[in-house]
């Protein structure tokens, strides 16, 4: 037993302790950077979808705010069209009369005034749809819903930028089939109606935020 120990304790003393515990040392380091780096990862990617959800949610609360005048302005147009069902020598035979007779009357001056209410939201919208187009490379949980939520929002302009641009051509040829189909759904939109479907997908977007915040700081 005492020669086995001696040699164990010969073949110890001919070992480069040096570069043992230099090796030990690497690879413990090697490790600690590697979960140091995988941490850091992790808090950076954390880091860039907070920033997102921060900017996103300021913009789409700017871009809901300056909805507010042009979502009035509808309001108006459509107590001037139901103001023209009365008017006097109204085309029975053509579709939309009333509206038709609104337009040629006031048509050209409502349409500048909801075009510079428009004009408003134009800084706040054109940064949540480039904001949006990034975001799909963050990783967010359920990021279908802020696209969703964000379209059907961004939707609400587009409504009333379409009855912006009908109404301000009197001349329009109202006899043609699509002119007609177009002036039907256009006026339609109902204020209330957008406020109410803004409200709606304002909550889904916040949910949506909501959800991504409590799962990066859980």
């Known amino acids: 037993m005492c020669e086995s120990l001696s040699k164990i304790l010969q073949l110890l003393s001919e070992w ?19 979960v140091a780096l995988k941490t850091w990862k992790r808090q950076s990617k954390a880091q860039r979808q907070s920033d997102f959800m921060d900017e996103i949610t300021n913009y789409v609360h700017e871009f809901i705010a300056s909805m507010t005048a042009p979502t009035e302005m509808v309001k108006y147009i459509r107590i001037g069209i139901e103001s023209h069902t009365r008017a006097l020598n109204l085309d029975p035979e053509i579709e939309n009369s009333s509206a038709i007779a609104y337009i040629k009357r006031n048509g050209e ?12 939201c134009d800084p706040s919208l054109t940064k949540i749809r480039s904001l949006v187009a990034k ?13 969703n939520s964000v379209r059907m929002l961004t939707w609400q302009y587009d409504r009333v930028q379409a009855l912006c641009s009908i109404i301000g051509i009197p001349s329009l040829n109202w006899h043609n089939a699509e002119v007609q189909q177009t002036l ?18 304002n909550m889904q977007f916040l949910t949506f935020v909501k959800n991504n915040y409590e799962r990066i700081y859980k």
């Not at 040096?18 to 490790?31: C, L, P, Q």
């Not at 939109?189 to 406020?195: A, F, G, Q, V």
């Open 16 to 34: 480069n302790w040096a570069e043992i515990v230099t090796g030990a040392v690497s690879i413990w380091v090697a490790a600690v950077a590697t």
């Open 109 to 120: 001056e409502d349409s500048k005034k909801l075009f510079e209410y428009l004009k408003l």
């Open 135 to 147: 975001g799909q490379v963050l990783g967010l949980t359920n990021y279908v819903d802020c696209q």
């Open 184 to 201: 039907t759904k256009v006026i339609q939109l109902d204020s209330e109606e957008i406020k109410k479907d803004i409200e709606t997908y």
